[in-house]
């Protein structure tokens, strides 16, 4: 067990590391400002609702494959990622002819948190061949 994990109350523990695939101080500290503070925010009511019925009224995969989205697409999976499918997001890929698709080891559902330089980068690049398909 971790340093960081060692100092919190077995409830915070569980909730930090079900997701966590790097458990140390900075993941904790950017888990405590990204995900649990919003979390604190969020309605609750309304997320259980979702939850209870994860469903559109009708397919997005569907219908954007059939508008042909042609413009930067970024798509990011944690290799490690225990509640999105890192395969799926492969799969969706194949219909957006501008996509840029990466899959980072040692990172989870958080991997924002977990390899922030990483996922700055290709931030950074998407926002880039955004603005330029803009001019165009």
């Not at 900075?26 to 469903?55: C, H, P, S």
């Not at 194949?94 to 330089?117: F, K, M, W």
Request: net charge negative; charged share 35%; aromatic share 10%.
């Amino acid at each position: 067990m971790t340093k960081i994990l060692e100092k919190l109350d077995k409830e915070e523990r569980q909730k930090f590391s079900e997701l966590a695939v790097i458990a140390d101080e900075r993941t904790y500290k950017r888990y405590i400002e990204d995900i649990k503070e919003g979390n604190q925010v969020a309605n609750m009511e309304f997320i259980k609702k979702l939850l209870e019925k994860y469903k559109f009224s009708f397919e997005p995969d569907e219908l954007l494959r059939e508008i042909r989205f042609e413009n930067p697409v970024l798509f990011i999976g944690g290799r490690q990622d225990n509640i999105v499918g890192y395969r799926d997001l492969g799969k969706l890929s194949e219909d957006y002819p501008r996509c840029s698709y990466s899959v980072i080891d040692t990172a989870g559902h958080n991997l924002q948190t977990e390899q922030p330089e990483i996922f700055e980068c290709l931030v950074k690049d998407w926002i880039k061949r955004v603005e330029i398909n803009l001019k165009n």
